[in-house]
C-alpha cells in the first residue's frame, strides 16, 4: 500500500465518480481504475459498488476514514520537512481571548509579519475554557489568554501582570461619594472599595470569560453580590454602555492603556478606579504544548511575545 493508492481512491470517494475524480488528479479513468483495483486486489475486500452511481463499501468508507488521517500524516511530515528546510514557510496557529485580540495583537502581528511574510497566520478566537480545550487538543500552537491556563504538559510563561479597573459612569461616582470631587480623585489614585457600588447596576462579560471570573473572584472575597444587568461576549460593548451611563463594567488595565488612553479624563464620561485586594489582579499569559512539533515561525512568535512584554511595563 503506498500513499499515491490512497490519495487516488480518497478522490474518488469524494467524487463518487471514476471519471470526475480522474480529471481531477490528471490522470485517466483506466489508470486511476488500476490503482484502486491494486488497492481492492490488496486489501481482498471490494471498496466500490460499481453500478449507475459509485458507492462506497462499509470496508470503503473505513478505509476512507483512515486515509484520510494517514494522508494528514503525510502533510504533516512534508510541512515538518520543508519548515527544517527553510525557515520562512510555515503556519502559525493562535489561540487569544476576546478581550486579548483587540490590545495585543496590533502590536504583535504587524511585527511578526514583517520577519515572516510567507507565514501563514491561523487566528482563533474564544473565551478561557475554549482557548484551553483548543491547546489541549493541539488545534493551536500557541495561546494567549489570562491565568490559569491548565492544561497538562502545557508550557506557562506569564507576560505581563495588570490591574482591574471599574469603569464607572459619573453620575453613579457622584450618587457613591456623595459629589466629594477629592473623594473621586483619591480613589482613581489608590483604588475603590467595590462595595461601595452596591446596588449599581453592572454590565458584565459572561461567564466563561476570564475577566467575569477575575472580578466574581474578587467580589466573593470582600462579599460583595453584583447587580447585573446587562451580560455581553464583547468587552467594548460593554464599555461603550458604561459610557452610555448604563451602568459600570470592569476593564483590564492593559487595554485601557492600549485603546482607551483618554479614558477616565476630566472630560470623560467614566471614571476609572483601579480594584484592590485579592482578585483585583490579572496575570496575561502566553501557553504552548512542551511535547510535540513547533516550527521555526512558533518558536520565533514565542520570542516576541516574550520581548514585547518587558514593553508594555504594567
Not at 26 to 32: E, T, V
Not at 48 to 76: D, V, W
Request: aromatic letters at 8%; glycine letters at 10%.
Amino acid at each position: 500500500m503506498n500513499f499515491r493508492n490512497l490519495q487516488y481512491f480518497l478522490a474518488a470517494a469524494e467524487e463518487k465518480n471514476f471519471t470526475h475524480a480522474a480529471r481531477r488528479l490528471y490522470i485517466s479513468q483506466q489508470s486511476l481504475s488500476g490503482h484502486v483495483a491494486k488497492l481492492e486486489e490488496e486489501l481482498g475486500v471490494p471498496l466500490f459498488e460499481r453500478g449507475p452511481e459509485l458507492k462506497l463499501t462499509y470496508a470503503g468508507e473505513r478505509l476512507a476514514l483512515i486515509a484520510r488521517q494517514i494522508c494528514s500524516l503525510e502533510q504533516e511530515i512534508l510541512r515538518e520537512a520543508g519548515e527544517i528546510s527553510d525557515h520562512r514557510r510555515g503556519r502559525l496557529r493562535l489561540g487569544v481571548s476576546y478581550t486579548c485580540g483587540r490590545a495585543m495583537l496590533p502590536v504583535l502581528l504587524p511585527e511578526f509579519c514583517k520577519s515572516h511574510p510567507l507565514v501563514e497566520i491561523s487566528l482563533m478566537e474564544g473565551n478561557h475554557r475554549q482557548l484551553n480545550e483548543w491547546l489541549r487538543q493541539g488545534e493551536i500552537d500557541v495561546l494567549i489568554g489570562y491565568m490559569p491556563i491548565d492544561v497538562q504538559g502545557a508550557q506557562v510563561s506569564v507576560l505581563l501582570r495588570e490591574r482591574l479597573f471599574l469603569a464607572c459612569p459619573r453620575p453613579f461616582s457622584l450618587e457613591v461619594f456623595g459629589g466629594d470631587g477629592e473623594a473621586i480623585r483619591r480613589a482613581r489614585q489608590e483604588g475603590a472599595d467595590i462595595r461601595l457600588f452596591s446596588g449599581q447596576p453592572f454590565i458584565l462579560l459572561k461567564t466563561g470569560n476570564r475577566i467575569r471570573a477575575m472580578l466574581e473572584h474578587h467580589a466573593r472575597s470582600v462579599g460583595f453580590l453584583p447587580r447585573v444587568l446587562l451580560e455581553t461576549e464583547n468587552i467594548e460593548t460593554a464599555l461603550a454602555l458604561s459610557q452610555e451611563g448604563m451602568g459600570i463594567t470592569v476593564y483590564p488595565e492593559l487595554f485601557l492603556r492600549a485603546l482607551h488612553a483618554d479614558l477616565g479624563g476630566e472630560g470623560s464620561s467614566l471614571d476609572l478606579f483601579p480594584l484592590t485586594g485579592e482578585g483585583s489582579m490579572g496575570a496575561l499569559a502566553i501557553a504552548f504544548l512542551e511535547s510535540g512539533y513547533r516550527s521555526p515561525a512558533v518558536l520565533d512568535f514565542i520570542a516576541l511575545c516574550r520581548r514585547q512584554s518587558g514593553l508594555w511595563g504594567l
